[in-house]
């Protein structure tokens, strides 16, 4: 387990943009991604978007266009840019990484979670 720790979230209007950060607060060494999900209340957790070491990036189909996911320099940090946010993108956004590979895109791959920050979008 390495700990992650996400920042970044708050309430905007339909339109708006916001940019979520998630930091591993330990050793980097032996992981292959960073990613974000999300899960609504009464939905089941989601992927958005998720980022190799090598800034190789892929995203979800509803993100595509609109959320641009980066990682710094020194690879322990990744932010995620979201722009032209609607209401349904309103949830409890969490930060994601894997020890066993590039399996940062399902939640089964995943081997540590973040807490949570919560995105609310107005109409």
């Known amino acids: 387990q390495v700990p992650l720790v996400e920042s970044g979230g708050g309430s ?3 339109g708006g943009s916001l940019r979520l950060s998630c930091e591993v607060a330990g050793s980097t060494s032996g992981l292959y991604c960073l990613g974000f999900f999300r899960q609504a209340p009464g939905q089941e957790r989601e992927r958005v978007a998720d980022i190799d ?3 190789a ?3 979800s189909l509803d ?3 609109r959320f641009t996911i980066s990682l710094n320099s020194a690879k322990d940090t990744a932010y995620l840019q979201m722009d032209r946010l609607k209401p349904e993108d309103t949830a409890m956004y969490y ?4 020890s066993k590979g590039y399996y940062c895109y399902s939640t089964h ?3 540590s979670w973040g807490k949570g920050t919560m995105v609310t ?3």
């Open 109 to 111: 791959g995943v081997t």
């Open 63 to 65: 993100a595509e266009g």
């Open 121 to 123: 979008v107005s109409s």
């Open 95 to 98: 930060c994601a990484t894997s």
């Open 53 to 55: 070491m090598d800034g």
């Open 57 to 59: 990036a892929d995203y």
């Open 12 to 14: 905007v209007q339909s």
